[in-house]
Structure formats: structure tokens, C-alpha cells
């Protein structure tokens, strides 16, 4: 804690991890011999820097922007990068340290990064959004490349602004080097289905632990919040898969709609017009919108929060358990606070934490750089399998090792051992770097 003052959030993450790994340093002595735990804990290396643009009044703005390079074992680092006003150093630790985990569960040859800027993209124009990006990516290059760190999006960062991002960087490299970004569009070296694979991977995880506990999401009233790039996609697989998807939110409330989500019409709210939720029960008679509510009100089997990090406490989650929830897996990034995730685990609710269950969106990319790498480009049905087969390792591999180590059906320390054990045994293959 005295090394890293005032980084809640990453100190959050690194608790949840270690608290899980005493059978393993316990049964492993040579990862405490060599300092595995401590190497891991340190990025490798952190990168701050100013980001000056001029917006459309022709004033000049000053964001300050991360890339937190934290663990290169598997592979380059890989990790989003992340705009939103609450972004700081602390928010992009525990999103790169994480993110380590995660990627090891892949199977994927890819590190752990993460980054991000202050910049709030709500309300600013198209040449505004170009023009922040084009500034970031003018210091940013110099750190990136696709064998050294790949980045991508996250919060605030889709489609668009890696695309902005991209041109910046083709332009000053003078390089097409497509394999440095993943998340880019079809038209230039993306990846189907990389922009619905977290929130279809998230649920074909929640597919993969219901059928081992004898269950099937087909019939279940599914909750999701946030209503972004995961939740959208979510929602859809869910309702593909026969779930009635009820709910959704934004940072302004929530939208029930008791006939199930019309997928279509809230990505025409939300891709198309980028407008607020409450727009879409402004279009849908069966939905109604509930300002400043929480969606965790609405009574469901599965919740899937896809939204940020703490976003369902304690209060929520215990309101979740008396609704009768059987399944809760995590779309975002520790959206469960610690105590709410104890809730779900200690009453018998089959728990996902992020870095299994939405590993789908990075093991996507990963498929993206391995088309790029290659100058191939895959079908939607194809990737789409290999998604399905990686979400189903990753599974496995959860509830392996949960097993191994004394904590049947536990994903959380699954995720946790499996994970480490992949980059501790690589660490120690590299020697004392
Ligand atoms: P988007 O920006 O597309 O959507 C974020 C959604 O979450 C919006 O509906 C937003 O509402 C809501 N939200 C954001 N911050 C808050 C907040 N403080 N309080 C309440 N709601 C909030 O992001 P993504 O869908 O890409 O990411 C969502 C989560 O999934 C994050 O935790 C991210 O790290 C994680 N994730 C994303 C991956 C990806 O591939 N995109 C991969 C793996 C994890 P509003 O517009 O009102 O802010």
C-alpha cells in the first residue's frame, strides 16, 4: 500500500488475486524463492503524458493519458485503453494488472497493458474526438508496435477512435503496420465479430457454467447494465440463446422493458445515435425508463453487470440473491465490489469473475492480430467457433484448477491460480528479469 498511495482500485485487484494464491506458493516454494509475486505486482514499465488539443471554439484543452506496460511473459503487452473523466493511474493498474490474468487464460501468446486518458469524449464533436486522438497518439506511437505493446479499447474507445488512432499512427511511422491495434474496422484489418466478442463471450461462459451445474440460460430473465459495447452484445447472445433480457442502464438510470430488449433499436440508440438510454423507452412502448434507479431492482435468474468497476455493492447484490439470481457473471472489468461478490459466492450463486468471462473481447483481438499477421480475414461463423471454443477452455481451465487446489466450482480462485500459474511459470523461465 505505501508503495502505491491513493491507488484504491489496483490495490482492490491485487487483494482479490493474492488472497486466492496461498495453495499455490504453498505447494510451489520456488515462486516465493524467486519473487514471482512481487515481480507481478510491479509494472514493467508506466507511461504518463500531457495530451494537448484545440477544441472547436479554438480553445486549447490539456488531458493527461496513461499506457501502463505491465507484464510482457506471454507475449506483447495487450490491453484497452480507456477515456473517461475518472481515468487516473490508479484505474489503469488495476485494469493492466488484471488484464495479465486474463490474457493468460486465453491460451493466447499476449501480455498484460493497459491504458487511458482523463478525456471525457460525452458531447465532444467528431473532429474533436479526431483531433484528442491524433495528440495522443503523437507521443504514444513511439511505445507501441505489434511486437512490443497492442492496444485497443475499452470505455469510451470504439470503433472511431481506434480508428483515429490508426491513421495517426500509419501516418508518422509511415508504417501499415495493421497488427498494432486491434479493434479496428472490417475495412481496414478488423476482425469479425471483435466487436460483440465480449459480450458474447461473457455469455457463452455463463452458458458453459450453467450446463455444468445442470442449467440453461433458455427461459431465464437476464438483466445486463451498462448499455455499450459489451451489454449490447450481451444482451443479444442472451436473447439468441432464449433468455428474455429485461433490463438495462446507463450512468443516468435504468430501462425495463417487460416484452425483452429490442436489440436493434437500442444499437440504433446507442452505435448510431449516440444518445442517452432513456432515449430508447422514448421509442418502445413496453419499456420504461427509471431515472437515477438501479437496474439490480429488477428481479432476475442471471445478471450480467457490463457496465464499470464497483458498480453493484453489497445492497444490490443481496437484493439480487432475495430475486432468486442463479448466475452472475461479470462483463466489466470488477464491477462486484469484494463484498458483494462474497455475497454471491457465500449463498450458492454461480459467480464468473471478468477476467474469465470477459476474456472473449482479448482473445478476439488476438484472433485479429493473428488474421493481420497472416494478410488473412476470417468469416463471422468461423471466428465466432473459435471465440465459442476459447470461451469453453477458459471454462475449463477455471474449474480445473479450482478443483486442483482444493475449491471445487469456485471461478474466482480458478481464474486466479490458472492464470498466475501460466505467467509465473514463463517468469521463471525468463530468469530474474
Ligand atoms: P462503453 O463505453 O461502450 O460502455 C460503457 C457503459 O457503461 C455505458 O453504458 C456507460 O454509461 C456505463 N458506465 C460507464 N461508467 C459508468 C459509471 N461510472 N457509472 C455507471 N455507468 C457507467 O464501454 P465497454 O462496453 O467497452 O466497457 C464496459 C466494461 O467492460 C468496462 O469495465 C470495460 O473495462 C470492460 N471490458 C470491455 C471490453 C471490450 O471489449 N470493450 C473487454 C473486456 C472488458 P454512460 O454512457 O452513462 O457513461
Redesign the pocket.
Known amino acids: 500500500l505505501a508503495r502505491n498511495p491513493g491507488e484504491g482500485e489496483f490495490h482492490q485487484a491485487v487483494l482479490e488475486v493474492l488472497e486466492t494464491l496461498a495453495p499455490v506458493v504453498t505447494r510451489h516454494p520456488e515462486y516465493t524463492d524467486q519473487s514471482v509475486i512481487e515481480r507481478i505486482c510491479e509494472p514493467e514499465r508506466q507511461l504518463i503524458f500531457r495530451v494537448p488539443w484545440v477544441d472547436d471554439k479554438g480553445n486549447v484543452q490539456v488531458n493527461r493519458a496513461f499506457r501502463v506496460e505491465f507484464n510482457s511473459a506471454l507475449g506483447p503487452y495487450k490491453g484497452?485503453m480507456?477515456f473517461?473523466p475518472?481515468v487516473y493511474l490508479g484505474i489503469v493498474k488495476f485494469?493492466g494488472f488484471e488484464q495479465i490474468f486474463k490474457n493468460a487464460l486465453t491460451g493466447m501468446p499476449i501480455g498484460g497493458g493497459k491504458g487511458g486518458s482523463d478525456f471525457d469524449p460525452?458531447g465532444r464533436s467528431d473532429g474533436e474526438v479526431m483531433r484528442f486522438c491524433q495528440s495522443l497518439m503523437t507521443e504514444l506511437y513511439r511505445h507501441l508496435g505489434e511486437y512490443t505493446d497492442v492496444p485497443?479499447?475499452?470505455?469510451?474507445?470504439?470503433e472511431r477512435e481506434i480508428g483515429y488512432l490508426f491513421g495517426q499512427y500509419k501516418r508518422i511511422t509511415n508504417r501499415y503496420e495493421s497488427g498494432v491495434l486491434t479493434?479496428k474496422g472490417l475495412a481496414y484489418g478488423g476482425s469479425q465479430v471483435r466487436k460483440e466478442?465480449?459480450g458474447f463471450g461473457t455469455v457463452f461462459f455463463t452458458e458453459q457454467m450453467l450446463a455444468a451445474a445442470n442449467k440453461s440460460i433458455s427461459g431465464k430473465r437476464v438483466v445486463v447494465?451498462?448499455?455499450?459495447?459489451?451489454?449490447i452484445y450481451a444482451a443479444q447472445k442472451a436473447a439468441d440463446l432464449g433468455a428474455q433480457v429485461v433490463a438495462c442502464?446507463?450512468?443516468?438510470g435504468y430501462v425495463y422493458d417487460g416484452a425483452g430488449l429490442d436489440v436493434d433499436l437500442l444499437r440504433q440508440v446507442?452505435e448510431v445515435d449516440r444518445a442517452?438510454?432513456s432515449a430508447y423507452a422514448d421509442e418502445r412502448g413496453s419499456a420504461k425508463f427509471v431515472e437515477g434507479g438501479s437496474v439490480w431492482d429488477v428481479p432476475c435468474e442471471v445478471a450480467l453487470p457490463?457496465?464499470?468497476?464497483n458498480?453493484l455493492g453489497v445492497e444490490a447484490a443481496r437484493t439480487l440473491v432475495a430475486n432468486g439470481v442463479l448466475a452472475v457473471a461479470e462483463?466489466?472489468?470488477?464491477?462486484c465490489t469484494p463484498d458483494a461478490a462474497h455475497v454471491f459466492r457465500d449463498s450458492g450463486v454461480l459467480f464468473a469473475p471478468?477476467k474469465a468471462a470477459?476474456?472473449g473481447?482479448?482473445a478476439t483481438s488476438a484472433l485479429e492480430m493473428q488474421q493481420n499477421a497472416s494478410r488473412d480475414s476470417w468469416t463471422f461463423k468461423h471466428t465466432e467457433e473459435r471465440l465459442h471454443q476459447i470461451m469453453a477452455g477458459i471454462h475449463e481451465g477455471c474449474a480445473t484448477a479450482a478443483e486442483e487446489y482444493g475449491a471445487p466450482g469456485d471461478y474466482v480462485t480458478g481464474a486466479n491460480i490458472a492464470g498466475f500459474l501460466k505467467v509465473a511459470d514463463a517468469m521463471l523461465a525468463h530468469g530474474v528479469v
Open positions: 484497452g480507456r473517461h475518472s485494469l460525452k485497443a479499447g475499452d470505455i469510451g474507445v470504439g479493434g466478442a465480449t447494465s451498462g448499455s455499450g459495447n459489451v451489454a442502464s446507463d450512468s443516468s446507442k442517452r438510454i457490463c457496465a464499470t468497476q458498480e462483463g466489466a472489468n470488477m464491477p471478468g470477459n476474456a473481447g482479448v
